[in-house]
């Protein structure tokens, strides 16, 4: 019994001194969270929504292009569906942005709200716009769509909720 006792305690004792030791990778806190919140859209794009963390998460103070002599910056993030003008101030916070994405995959309630009001219409292209600025904190986001019906088109605008403009 001794014998049991003495090898479950050195078991015991033997396990934790093999335990072993996992570093985290580094957190990064985003400056720009209130453009993240504003501009924060499950229902968009992949591209979009990647090219909106991106910004996001810039650091301007760590760029190449950083002085202290200047007050704003003015960066563009460019991917091949489009892109993001970004304005920073010189302590990295986001002022505003102007973002174009053509021909994005457009959000289920969109969708639904066009093929509702017009049956007969096909979908021929789309561009989507967001117009950030940080004094409102909310972004104003837009779809522009274009439809067809034989030799008939029309242009469409739609908010991200299917609401028409």
Known sequence: MKKLILGLLFFGFATHMFAQVITLSEVRIAV???Y????????AAI???????????????????????YDTYTIS???PDGKIVAV??????ILR????????????DV????????PN???????YRVNYHHKKEIARKQYKITLKNGDEIIKVKVDPNGNFM
């Open 77 to 79: 993030f460019y991917i």
């Open 111 to 118: 969708v639904k709200a066009v093929v509702k009001r017009f």
């Open 47 to 69: 591209p979009v929504q990647m090219l909106e963390d991106k910004v996001g998460l810039y650091d301007i103070t760590k760029s190449e292009l950083y002085s202290d002599e």
């Open 36 to 43: 993240l919140d504003a501009v924060d859209n499950m229902e």
């Open 97 to 108: 942005t102007v973002e174009k994405f053509k021909d994005v995959k457009l959000p289920d």
């Open 121 to 127: 219409w096909s979908i021929v292209s789309d561009v």
């Open 88 to 93: 920073f101030d010189q302590n990295g916070e």
């Open 32 to 34: 720009n969270y209130k």
